[in-house]
């Protein structure tokens, strides 16, 4: 039997399917997309018809079970590969591996054929020819006097084997053969599925030092009991990282009909054996060992449950994050970066976010130096800004309240935000930064980016590796490889869907573009600084490594934007090159022409007012003719009565792909996808103090498991507990009315109530 003939016998699409509910045909359509490097975003917006619009939550469930399935297919392999070393593998044990569906399986059928682990005492008996020993013994070989034993070799000849000082070596193949029998294996996985119920997790205060020093801040889990089934995935969380810090002490608890069902099993595969003493040593060890074994995938799949639970609210709330709008208007932004000791660090910023300015003041009465609110007045009557963003961090509310009684004296017309300012200190510091902001100080780049995060947040939080703007909860408790994954998925999909003027948007918003990386958006920008703004999606597939897989993933979601009425439209023509001294340069030369319906040309290449649209270019042919069939003219995309007519069209007469294209044309051509979500809160004056029975209007800071953290301008965010919240969806950056239920002195302070 050839190993490269043994191939799983399952198929991918076919597992997936069953496991997430959804057609086997939509799941192998997103199988082969996805291996054809087809991205998420690409495959949710451009080929949902072959995937039966699945939503991209979905996609990345395929996804995630398909880099399991084919980790699985990998260790199918190595085990039947490692079975036949050992001269092993048969027909019979070759089909009950390739027909393992999950890694678990897979160890249950593979491990009575498997090597012993290198060095083990299970490794060194089996070295020194004892396992047919153990063999004789299981088929009722009786021990002779002196501690010696008959065998029949391979050639059919007895020998008599001497067994003294070898009997823990003899013991651990017999333990092994115990653990690994199919019927004892199979009493294991009965006692995980069928009794799981009755499985007990204890949790107490440890007896280490470290208990006293962490300890308090897992009090809650301080003698609890609860059956494995019911834990949710933070209290897991919450007691793994417990047990790590030392502060507790966690133990797993079998039913006792449980034990004694392994303890028969075990029985009935010694029952040949004679020797009572080794017939009860065995089975006390194996039991042991394998209670042992229960106790650890009890825990891992624990752990495994929690740990996508917390993978997924990181996910939710970083898109969330992402998604937040920017502030509605042309406006300029005050930012401030608060604190102690250093002052608070100002930079005020024009409606682009080019810096106007820059400052360090102490706002607050814990700073050594004396209080300085008249900086802020000062640099209103130099800049007149319209929004103030404080950063959430050390000093908020202390420098808060100073704001409000800043905005008192300048008569109203000012209002103030509170901005998530994690990961801005990290930027600072970073070449981004300092080749966006050479000459801004280094201590007052992070108030920049607090302000930017409210003129274009998504575009000043791509400049942060997402891991950093820690949202969710036990980040550092999760698998860096699996958290960073998902969570630089999330920041192409929000990237993406936003869309990204191909000839404004910086090389670190393009660089999270489905499709591009860092080389090709560095590219696209040097091409733009070398000969000019892109005037056709089409002169993409002209920048250095963007080949036609390339252009098809990232095009659709990258705009350009053309300035253009119904009268006049710009005509940019190159001027032909102008050689003086050693060189020659080339100059552009802008003129109008009168006329909406004539096309601009760059180039030589003819503008295509699609381009300013979310339609792929492989679409354009079905976009034109819904366009001329509905008597429109493509410049007129995005006017209000282009819209309106092109929603009376009627799709039925069109290909399934038409819906995708009606959709995009029915937007103005300034339509940003992030307008759904929340804007940010704005306020005058900050929250009176708090009190039992108080009303008030807040924003969700953080989403958990266990509930969400709204910031009310208290000194703490409260918590709205997620019994408070059923049948109700709360996201992270949602104002929600809330009333203070109860103060506690403990804990998180608040616990806040839908209003």
Same mark, same amino acid.
């Given at each position: ?13 076919? #597992?997936?399917s ?15 997309l ?9 495959i ?6 072959n995937?039966?619009n699945? =939503?991209?939550?979905?996609?990345y ?13 990998k ?8 079975i ?18 999950? /890694?678990?399986?897979? &160890?249950?059928?593979?491990a ?11 490794q ?9 020993v153990?063999?004789? /013994? ?5 021990v ?5 034993i008959q ?7 007895t020998?008599?084997?001497? /067994?003294?000082g ?5 013991d651990a *193949? ?13 009493c294991?996985?009965?006692?995980l599925?069928?009794?799981?119920? =009755? ?8 007896k ?5 020093a962490? =300890? ?8 609890m009991?609860k ?12 007691? %793994? ?19 004694? %069902?392994?303890?028969?099993s075990?029985q ?12 009860n040593r065995?089975?006390?060890a194996a039991t042991?060992?394998l209670k ?16 996508? $639970?917390?993978?997924g ?6 898109r969330h994050?992402?998604?937040?709008? !920017?502030?509605?208007?042309s ?6 970066d ?8 100002m ?17 607050n009465?814990?700073?050594? &130096?004396?209080? +300085? ?14 929004i103030?963003?404080?950063? %959430? ?15 008192e004296?300048l008569g109203g ?5 509170v ?9 600072s510091?970073?070449e ?7 000459d ?5 780049? $992070? ?9 274009? !947040? ?5 400049k942060? &590796?997402?891991?950093h703007?820690?949202?969710g909860q ?9 958290? %960073? ?6 920041v192409?999909?929000c990237?993406s ?19 591009? @990386?860092?080389?090709t ?7 733009r600084?070398?000969?000019g !703004?892109?005037?056709?999606?089409q ?8 080949g ?10 990258l ?10 439209t710009?005509?940019?023509e190159?001027?032909e090159?102008?050689?003086? =001294? ?9 003129t109008?022409a009168?006329g ?6 760059r180039?030589g290449?003819?503008?295509d007012y #699609?381009d300013?649209t ?5 679409c ?5 003719q ?15 009565s ?5 929603k ?13 294209i009606?959709s ?5 051509? @300034?339509y ?9 809160l ?6 009176s103090e ?5 009303v008030?209007?807040?924003r ?14 208290a000194?703490r965010?409260g ?13 992270l950056?949602?104002r929600?009315? *809330? ?5 506690d +002195? ?10």
């Amino acid at each position: 039997m050839s190993l490269k003939e043994l191939k799983p016998r399952w198929t991918t699409s076919k #597992l997936i399917s069953d496991k997430i509910g959804e057609n086997e045909v939509y799941v192998r359509n997103a199988e082969n997309l996805m291996r054809s490097d087809s991205t998420i975003p690409f495959i949710a917006r451009y080929r949902g018809e072959n995937v039966g619009n699945m =939503g991209v939550d979905k996609l990345y469930k395929i996804k995630e079970e398909m880099a399991r399935l084919d980790k699985l297919a990998k260790e199918i392999t190595k085990s039947l590969a490692a079975i036949e070393k050992e001269k092993k593998l048969t027909s019979k044990v070759a089909h009950s591996i390739v027909s393992c569906t999950t /890694l678990s399986a897979l &160890e249950i059928v593979s491990a009575p054929y498997m090597p012993a682990k290198q060095g083990s005492t299970l490794q060194k008996a089996r070295t020194q020819g004892l396992e047919p020993v153990a063999f004789a /013994l299981l088929a009722g070989c009786p021990v002779l006097p002196g501690d010696k034993i008959q065998v029949r070799d391979e050639g059919g000849v007895t020998k008599t084997i001497d /067994l003294a000082g070898k009997w823990n070596l003899v013991d651990a *193949v017999l333990v092994d053969l115990v653990k690994t029998n199919r019927d004892v294996m199979d009493c294991c996985e009965s006692i995980l599925k069928t009794h799981r119920r =009755g499985i007990m997790m204890s949790v107490e205060k440890s007896k280490s030092k470290e208990a006293d020093a962490t =300890g308090e801040k897992f009090s809650h889990y301080f003698k609890m009991r609860k059956s494995v089934d019911v834990l949710q995935p933070f209290e897991v969380m919450a007691i %793994n990282r417990g047990e790590k810090l030392k502060a507790l002490s966690v133990s797993v608890t079998l039913p006792t009909a449980s034990v004694e %069902n392994l303890k028969r099993s075990c029985q009935r595969a010694m029952n040949m054996i004679r020797a009572p003493e080794i017939h009860n040593r065995v089975i006390t060890a194996a039991t042991t060992s394998l209670k042992s074994y229960l106790t650890r995938r009890v825990r891992g799949q624990l752990k495994e449950v929690a740990v996508g $639970s917390s993978v997924g609210v990181f996910v939710e709330n970083l898109r969330h994050l992402l998604l937040t709008p !920017p502030i509605h208007g042309s406006v300029r932004v005050l930012a401030l970066d608060p604190g102690y000791k250093n002052g608070c660090k100002m930079a005020v910023l024009d409606e682009m976010g080019e810096v106007l300015d820059t400052c360090t003041a102490h706002l607050n009465a814990k700073a050594k &130096e004396f209080v +300085q609110p008249g900086v802020i007045v000062e640099l209103y009557r130099k800049h007149r800004f319209s929004i103030i963003g404080i950063g %959430n961090g050390t000093a908020c509310r202390e420098t808060e309240h100073a704001v409000t009684k800043v905005i008192e004296r300048l008569g109203g017309g000012v209002k103030y935000t509170v901005v998530e300012e994690r990961g801005a200190s990290i930027y600072s510091c970073s070449e981004v930064a300092a080749a966006e902001l050479a000459d801004v100080n280094m201590v007052h780049r $992070s108030a920049v980016s607090i302000g930017r995060r409210l003129l274009d !947040p998504l575009s000043e939080y791509v400049k942060i &590796e997402p891991q950093h703007l820690g949202v969710g909860q036990y980040q550092h408790d999760l698998p860096a490889s699996q958290l %960073n994954s998902r969570l630089n998925d999330t920041v192409v999909e929000c990237v993406s869907f936003t869309g990204a003027d191909l000839n404004m948007c910086s090389q670190a918003l393009l660089q999270r573009v489905a499709g591009l @990386n860092v080389a090709t958006a560095k590219n696209i920008v040097q091409r733009r600084r070398e000969s000019g !703004p892109f005037t056709n999606r089409q002169q993409v597939l002209k920048v250095k490594g963007v080949g036609p897989k390339t252009f098809e993933q990232c095009i659709g979601f990258l705009r350009i934007y053309h300035q253009s009425d119904d009268t006049t439209t710009e005509k940019v023509e190159e001027a032909e090159s102008d050689e003086e =001294g050693n060189g020659s340069r080339k100059r552009k030369k802008r003129t109008a022409a009168v006329g909406g319906s004539k096309k601009r040309k760059r180039d030589g290449v003819m503008i295509d007012y #699609l381009d300013q649209t979310s339609v792929h270019p492989e679409c354009y042919e079905l976009a034109d003719q819904i366009i001329s069939d509905a008597g429109l003219d493509k410049k007129d995309i995005g006017t209000d009565s282009f819209i309106q007519r092109i929603k009376m069209i009627d799709i039925g007469q069109y290909p399934s792909l038409s819906c995708q294209i009606i959709s995009s044309l029915s937007q103005p051509i @300034n339509y940003d996808y992030r307008s759904q979500f929340s804007q940010p809160l704005l306020r005058s004056s900050a929250t009176s103090e708090v009190r039992v029975g108080m009303v008030t209007e807040g924003r969700v800071t953080n989403v958990t498991q266990f509930g969400a953290f709204v910031d009310i301008g208290a000194s703490r965010d409260g918590l709205l507990h997620r019994s408070k919240t059923v049948g109700r969806t709360v996201v992270l950056g949602q104002r929600l009315g *809330v009333r203070v239920e109860r103060m506690d +002195q403990k804990g998180i302070g608040l616990e806040l109530s839908g209003s």
